[in-house]
């Protein structure tokens, strides 16, 4: 019991220096249309950061409707190459076409 109270001490007094400044976040979340998606194509979408803002994370999903439930692949989730939006791309790998969307979100800082 006496370990656990020194290091619940030991992580407050850490912790105190750090700053955790949410205020200065912006989420930016992208859909791209339900769209019939044949076998092995690609479905893609980008989250752009706003102006004064840089990119500092982000992620996305895929989601496949009817007959490509769970068979709907995030196949690229990545920053773009100048770090200002995030792109997701979903890949159908059901054998037989059907619906899909791709989500993107991306987390910026402003400056």
Excluded: H
């Amino acid at each position: 019991m006496r370990r656990l109270f020194l290091s619940l001490v030991l992580f407050i007094f850490l912790m105190s220096g750090l700053s955790f400044a949410k205020d200065d976040l912006i989420t930016v979340t992208k859909e791209s249309e339900q769209v019939p998606l044949a076998t092995g194509n690609s479905i893609s979408v980008q989250s752009v950061c706003p102006e004064k803002s840089v990119l500092i994370s982000g992620g996305g999903e895929c989601v496949g409707f009817f007959n490509t439930a769970r068979k709907i692949v995030l196949t690229k989730s990545a920053p773009d190459s100048i770090n200002a939006a995030w792109n997701v791309e979903c890949t159908n790998m059901n054998p037989e076409a059907g619906q899909a969307q791709a989500r993107a979100w991306a987390i910026c800082k402003e400056y």
